[in-house]
């Protein structure tokens, strides 16, 4: 449960990113974060391809003295998009705990996404209905979840999955 | 001479008179009365005859203006008349509406209290049957005289108990009474029919009175009896009681209640009139009273059954007032009700004929008469008619062949009063029929005015209709033919009767003329022979409205006002009209009073003139008869005085004048004959003369004819002196001529020839100077045209050289602007180069302010201030992103023309310079022919020069060859002109010899 400053929050500011020409559900897609997920945007960044990796990891990078990895979100969910030049955006995650009540047990990951440049800070749209994730031939363990708004579809998505399958990523070293 | 100029006075008056075409107008004129007569007559008559022409004019005019006006004015009083008709028509039927509202109103009331009073009565009855029945079961004396039936069935009842209860059964209505024991089985009975031991059977009205009587005194309604084996169908009704011996049920009593039990109170019903009556109807359907209107008893009677809509409201608990078809099929206003009777439910119904609730009937002096009619009477209406709702006429004043009849449905539905109900019905507002012929009103013309009667909750309950009567309408549109007769009296003045009437949409009649005959019928009132289809109808009956003369249905000229009369459904033209020859009567009445007075005017003229023409002519006869035997020369005539008046002196004057004339003729005659003798003789003397002896002298007279003698022979001496010296001139100038004539001849012709030669040598040194001169003039036009040659090829030369060092200044102008192109480009090319970095920065500002204020978002409350800022740069960084594409997007446009303008722009010099050299080129050959020109332009002006002097030395060589010629042929002609007067000069004097020779001259005198 966030705490109510959290929802505050929350509820103040989204980054939303379009990718333009894609579809979903007959929608144009727009990923949301929350800004607090967000740390910054980058305009061009140097990635060093990784050997073997799949399409949407596009390889590593460094970023304030730490090597992230750079995913093509896009490609991660099977889509592609129209943009003049793409921006890439640094996301951090928090890997909740295995034992849910130990707090201190949990920790923060971080991603390059590759996206579109038709980002935007923005309120969290309201009046959008819920859609069905099955029904958009999407993966939806990937999605927290997708919602049919005026301006396109919102989509939420979950990249705990990808970026830390339970048991793929080691401990860190404390 | 007076005589002569007499008649050419006469003469050129007459031929005056011929050329002015007269003669036969006034032949009369030739006397002095048939002057006076015709000029008296003509100045008394024409102004007569102009006045008479004027008044008739303008009185004809005036006159058929104020018959436009008056027929308008009896148009409108008559369409107002009409109008009024109408509405008085529809204002006394509303009248006669509401009378007969209220009156089927107050009907409603009282039959509402009949039926009230009826209902008590009734109940009252049954009341007073149902203690009587009680009372009779528990009388212990009675129940003693039973006792014996219980116990023994062969008992026999005591004959005085029988008288008793035979009497208290009557008094009571009561038609029987019957013991039954509780198994149904009859102990006594009072009917004949009943014997003893039978058992009744089930479902009979004593086997229901059985059930109900074991419990309680009960009455059962009229149902089929047990004991009527005969009348199976007949139907009793029974009051029936326990009847008990000391507190045991030992049987049941009944009694039969009387079939005319009830017909005292419901056959006179009070206040309902001769067709009111008020009857009862049980849950069967049938009477349970008897009709009054059936001699067969009704009552229980399954032959009469009343299934009307009253006795379903009735049975379903309603009570009220309704107008309907009663059982007999009449229309009647029915009140009902139900009644219980012990357990039993009766509808009592109470009807009342609608004709008698609204029209009751009443004896006036032995005749039967109702309000209605009289007022159908008073109004005079042909008939007047009450209709119920549903078409059913159940009231008619006149009652002919369609009273009670449905005007819906019935034989006269198709009639135009069917039509009319129709109407009315379904509008439901007052309708009216236009007329037309109607079987029950005699096949005679009738419409109807019908207007439905409403009800207070505006329900329609009935419709008076009245018939429209012809007459009155007729006597609405005879009323202002009347009023203009009665004026004429007044006045005494004419003026002509207009004729008013009315024609329906289908051109036929809704008036009667009056005069018919006119028309060739006898009446015109819907008369298909009398058809009307004048442009008054046709206009009038479109809504137009107009006044003119136009020709009527009868063919005559009228003077006609037309309009449309409407009124509700009905639609009619209204014409009145005059006939013009009645309006032109007085003027025709004028002119005959002036033709006559005209006429003994004339005929007094006549009298006068000739009267006063008498004494005048008689004088001027004389002196006019003594006039024509002095124009013949007769003086001797005297003419005779029979006036003392001017014409008589006049007659004395000429007596005087004629004498004085006569003498003097004689005196002229003698002096006359005088001299006539002188002048014969001389003229015989001088006879010789005119063979031209001039030799002969005259006898010298004392008188005028002496001295002219004297005188001739004077001259005679002179004339033969004369004629000698002529003769012998003559002979010497005719010698000497003749030798003239013939030298100057041979003169003249020599002359001739010289003058010939030299014309013809003239002649051809003129050919020669001309074309000498033609040579020199071309010569001349040569050399001008050289010279504006050379001249224009020298201004060519100048325009080709400042063309050539404007071609050199445009050269240089390109290069310099090719120069300026090319500094363009480059600096455009510095401009994208700064728009391309500045959209870089834009770019990364962009992407800065992003990542501020995602920062400042995350920073919550705090970073507002610091998020606005950093959207605002954003914004700001995207529209410089924006401005700055578009710049480089025009900076690529320019570079593309600048490149465009620079490849054009060489050629351009190249063209330039091509051009230089064409046209330095153009200049040298220009050069070459102005030379060339300038030496041809001086040979041909030499040559012009020279042949100028050749041709004036010429012509004036010429010029004096001419003048040699015309020298000496002046010199021939003279010659001639001597010779040719030489030889008339000769003849002349043979002439004169000739002539001379004639006169007989004196020898002495050679």
């Known amino acids: ?174 | 001479m007076a005589n002569v100029l007499k008649r050419k006075a006469a003469e050129q008056i007459l031929s005056r008179l011929k050329a002015a075409n007269l003669k036969g107008l006034f032949t009369l004129g030739r006397s002095i009365k048939g002057k006076l007569l015709f000029w008296l007559l003509l100045i008394s008559l024409v102004p007569m005859a102009v006045i008479a022409l004027f008044s008739w004019r303008y009185s004809a005019s005036a006159l058929q203006q104020q018959s436009f006006e008056n027929l308008e004015t009896t148009l409108a009083f008559q369409h107002q008349a009409l109008h009024q008709y109408f509405t008085e028509q529809e204002k006394t039927l509303k009248n006669i509406s509401e009378t007969m509202q209220l009156l089927q109103n107050e009907a409603h009331i009282k039959l509402a209290a009949v039926r009230d009073l009826q209902k008590k009565q009734i109940i009252d009855y049954f009341q007073m049957r149902y203690q009587n029945t009680q009372a009779f079961a528990n009388n212990p004396e009675q129940k003693k005289m039973f006792t014996g039936f219980i116990k023994d069935a062969s008992t026999e009842m005591d004959s005085a108990f029988a008288e008793y209860l035979t009497n208290w059964l009557e008094q009571r209505d009561f038609s029987a009474l019957v013991l039954l024991s509780p198994d149904g089985k009859v102990l006594y009975s009072t009917d004949k029919d009943m014997t003893r031991g039978e058992v009744v059977k089930e479902k009979t009205a004593e086997w229901n009175a059985l059930q109900k009587g074991i419990q309680e005194t009960a009455f059962i309604d009229y149902s089929p009896s047990s004991f009527h084996a005969e009348h199976t169908d007949k139907m009793v009704a029974y009051f029936s009681t326990p009847f008990t011996i000391e507190g045991k049920l030992e049987g049941v009593l009944l009694f039969g209640l009387k079939g005319n039990a009830l017909d005292d109170i419901t056959k006179n019903p009070p206040g309902l009139g001769d067709k009111g009556e008020s009857y009862l109807v049980g849950v069967d359907g049938m009477f349970r009273s008897n009709s009054a209107y059936f001699a067969e008893p009704t009552l229980a009677n399954p032959a009469f059954v009343v299934d009307t809509e009253s006795v379903v409201y009735a049975l379903s608990g309603e009570s009220g007032e309704e107008t309907t078809n009663n059982y007999r099929g009449d229309y009647v206003l029915s009140s009902y009700t139900s009644v219980e009777i012990y357990g039993t439910t009766w509808v009592l119904i109470v009807d009342l004929d609608q004709a008698d609730a609204v029209a009751p009937k009443r004896k006036v002096a032995d005749k039967e008469t109702d309000h209605l009619s009289e007022l159908a009477a008073h109004y005079g209406f042909p008939d007047l008619y009450l209709i119920n709702p549903d078409g059913y006429i159940f009231y008619s004043a006149k009652k002919q062949a369609d009273f009670l009849t449905n005007m819906l449905s019935g034989p006269y539905k198709d009639t135009n009063f069917g039509g009319t109900v129709a109407k009315a019905v379904t509008s439901k507002e007052i309708a009216i029929s236009d007329y037309d012929f109607y079987a029950p009103a005699g096949d005679k013309p009738a419409a109807f005015l019908v207007a439905p009667i409403l009800s207070n909750k505006q329900e329609i309950i009935m419709f008076a209709a009245l018939q429209i009567p012809i007459d009155q309408i007729n006597a609405v549109m005879d009323i202002r033919s009347r009023f203009e007769e009665g004026s004429k009296h007044q006045t005494g003045a004419e003026t002509a009767i207009a004729d008013t009437y009315l024609i329906g949409s289908d051109h036929l009649w809704r008036s009667e003329s009056s005069n018919a005959k006119k028309y060739g019928v006898e009446k015109t009132l819907l008369n298909p022979k009398a058809k009307v289809a004048t442009e008054a109808v046709t206009e009038a009956l479109s809504g137009k409205d107009n006044t003119k003369i136009i020709v009527n249905g009868a063919g005559e000229s009228v003077l006609s006002s037309w309009a449309q009369f409407k009124y509700k459904d009905l639609t009619w033209a209204i014409i009145s009209e005059v006939s013009e020859d009645a309006v032109h009567q007085p003027v025709t009445n004028l002119l005959k009073i002036i033709g006559v007075t005209v006429l003994s005017a004339a005929a007094l003229i006549a009298v006068v003139s000739l009267l006063v023409a008498g004494g005048v002519t008689r004088q001027v006869k004389e002196i006019v008869q003594v006039m024509s035997k002095v124009e013949k020369g007769d003086y001797s005539m005297q003419a005779k005085v029979t006036s003392k008046d001017e014409l008589g002196r006049l007659a004395g004057d000429f007596n005087t004048m004629t004498g004085t004339i006569q003498n003097l003729i004689q005196t002229r005659q003698e002096e006359h004959d005088k001299l006539n003798n002188s002048i014969i003789q001389l003229l015989e003397e001088i006879t010789q003369l005119a063979d031209g002896d001039l030799t002969i002298r005259a006898t010298v007279t004392d008188d005028v004819i002496g001295t002219l003698a004297d005188s001739l022979n004077m001259m005679l001496d002179e004339l033969g002196r004369a004629f000698r010296r002529i003769k012998d001139s003559a002979e010497q100038v005719g010698s000497t001529a003749n030798v003239l004539s013939s030298s100057t001849g041979e003169l003249a012709d020599q002359n001739n020839t010289q003058s010939q030669l030299l014309n013809e040598a003239v002649q051809k040194i003129s050919l020669l100077t001309a074309e000498i001169r033609g040579a020199a003039e071309k010569a001349g036009q040569s050399a001008g045209t050289s010279k504006i040659s050379s001249q224009v090829a020298e201004d060519g030369a100048t325009a080709v050289r400042e063309t050539s060092h404007s071609m050199e200044a445009i050269r240089s102008n390109v290069q310099n602007t090719a120069r300026a192109i090319k500094r363009l480009g480059e600096s455009s090319q510095e401009i994208s180069d700064f728009a391309r970095t500045i959209n870089e920065i834009s770019d990364r500002t962009s992407i800065l302010a992003l990542n501020a204020s995602i920062q400042a978002a995350a920073a919550g409350e705090e970073g507002r201030g610091f998020a606005v800022v950093a959207e605002e740069i954003q914004r700001l960084a995207e529209r410089a992103a924006v401005s700055t594409r578009q710049i480089e997007t025009l900076i690529r446009n320019i570079l593309g023309e600048i490149t465009e303008a620079g490849v054009s722009m060489d050629a351009s010099i190249q063209e330039v310079v091509q051009g230089t050299k064409l046209s330095q080129n153009a200049l040298a050959k220009l050069e070459e022919i102005t030379t060339r020109s300038n030496e041809v332009a001086e040979l041909i002006e030499g040559v012009a020069s020279a042949s100028k002097e050749q041709a004036d030395t010429t012509a004036a060589l010429a010029s004096k060859m001419t003048d040699i010629g015309r020298v000496s042929l002046e010199t021939a002609q003279e010659t001639m002109g001597a010779s040719i007067s030489m030889r008339e000069m000769a003849a002349m004097g043979d002439d004169m010899l000739q002539a001379v020779a004639v006169f007989k001259l004196e020898k002495e005198s050679r």
């Open chain 1, 1 to 174: 449960m966030p705490d109510e400053q959290g929802i505050k929050r929350a509820a103040l500011k989204t980054v939303a990113v379009r990718l333009t020409g894609a579809k979903v559900l007959d929608q144009e897609p727009v990923l949301l974060f929350a800004t607090r997920q967000v740390e910054e945007i980058l305009q061009d960044v140097e990635v060093r391809p990784l050997p073997f990796a799949p399409d949407w990891l596009l390889g590593l990078c460094a970023w304030r003295r730490q090597v992230l990895p750079v995913v093509d979100i896009a490609k991660l969910h099977g889509m592609s998009f129209s943009a003049d030049r793409s921006l890439y955006m640094v996301i951090r995650l928090v890997v909740p705990a295995e034992d849910e009540k130990e707090n201190s047990s949990r920790r923060m990951l971080r991603c390059i996404l590759k996206v579109s440049d038709r980002i935007a800070a923005r309120e969290l749209p309201k009046q959008c209905a819920a859609a069905a994730i099955e029904a958009s031939g999407l993966d939806p363990a990937l999605f927290k979840g997708l919602f049919a708004h005026e301006d396109g579809m919102m989509m939420v998505p979950n990249l705990l999955p990808t970026l830390c399958p339970p048991a793929a990523w080691p401990e860190p070293a404390v």
